[in-house]
């Protein structure tokens, strides 16, 4: 997303529109509001994929991180992680982000 922020949030709200009950998309274009500064509309955006997987623990993770909780938030994506170490490749640097 580095320098591409805008160019990232169009595809993200394709994807929402294309896919409106997917929660990865919700979830993906929560956290590019968020890189932008855009709050609410990340955690309206989290809610949202929430509502839609509520035992999602990367969505509780992002979620928590949104909210400016990022104890909470590394503590449920290292659970996440313990599960499904699978989605190394895009938990990891989350968790690096919350343990900034």
């Not at 009950?21 to 500064?37: F, P, V």
């Not at 509520?54 to 938030?73: E, F, I, K, M, R």
């Amino acid at each position: 997303m580095l320098g591409r922020a805008a160019e990232a949030l169009g595809d993200a709200d394709q994807a929402v529109s294309i896919l409106p009950g997917a929660s990865y998309a919700l979830g993906t274009r929560c956290l590019i509001h968020y890189e932008l500064g855009n709050r609410d509309k990340a955690k309206h955006d989290c809610a949202a994929a929430l509502a839609l997987e509520p035992q999602s623990l990367d969505t509780q993770g992002l979620l928590a991180y949104v909210n400016a909780d990022p104890d909470h938030a590394t503590k449920v994506w290292q659970e996440s992680l313990a599960a499904h170490p699978e989605n190394e490749y895009y938990l990891k640097p989350l968790l690096l982000r919350a343990r900034r």
